[in-house]
Structures are given as structure tokens and as C-alpha cells.
């Protein structure tokens, strides 16, 4: 078993900073595979930030140079750096391990930027 832990969600104004916290604990050797998507009202979830094999970043075209992930090794920890939100990135922001054909998921964190 994985589990996965969101943290750090809240509300904060527009063109405000959010940083995020995916703890991983259990049957997980490394957490090189998580990622990070999101869900909006009425919308389907969607990938919003991750790593290639290659220790490279991928990003959504709509988080581009506002969002950054990072991970903590000794923490066992993914983050999630948001910065200049807009209210369009209101949403329940998730974790998830793909793992041995199987995807573990976080609860989820609830972003909403408003004014």
C-alpha cells in the first residue's frame, strides 16, 4: 500500500503564492514517478506538472513559468510551486504515483484564488 498526503491548499488572492506538499509513506521505493494534476468544477482532471525519466520538468501550457515542482528525497515529499495564481487555477490539486500498473491517489487539496 501508498498513500499520499496533500497539503498546503488555501485561499489566496490573485497574483498570490501557494506552495504544495505531497508526503508519501508505505510501499513506495522512490518518488521519482509522482505527479501532480487537478481538478476544476465541471472539469476533468487534468496534468498539471511532472518529471520524465530523465529528471526533466513537464508542465501545462496554462501553469508554464508560474508553477514549479520540486521533490524532497530525505522527506519523501513532492511539491508544488505556484506563484502569480489566477482565479482560473482554482481547483482540487492531487498527487499520484503510478505504480506497478496501478495509480495511487492523494485526497486532494483545495486551491481557490480569489479576490
Known amino acids: 500500500q501508498v498513500q499520499l498526503v496533500e497539503s498546503g491548499g488555501g485561499l489566496v488572492q490573485p497574483g498570490g503564492s501557494l506552495r504544495l506538499s505531497c508526503a508519501a509513506s508505505g510501499s513506495i521505493r522512490s518518488i521519482n514517478s509522482i505527479d501532480w494534476y487537478r481538478q476544476a468544477p465541471g472539469k476533468q482532471r487534468e496534468l498539471v506538472a511532472a518529471?520524465?525519466?530523465?529528471?526533466?520538468?513537464n508542465y501545462a501550457d496554462s501553469v508554464k513559468g508560474r508553477f514549479t515542482i520540486s521533490r524532497d528525497y530525505a522527506k519523501n515529499t513532492v511539491y508544488l510551486h505556484m506563484n502569480n495564481l489566477k482565479p482560473e487555477d482554482t481547483a482540487v490539486y492531487y498527487c499520484?504515483?503510478?505504480?506497478?500498473?496501478?495509480?495511487?491517489w492523494g485526497q486532494g487539496t483545495q486551491v481557490t484564488v480569489s479576490s
Open positions: 518529471f520524465t525519466p530523465g529528471g526533466r520538468t
Open positions: 499520484r504515483a503510478p505504480l506497478g500498473g496501478y495509480e495511487y
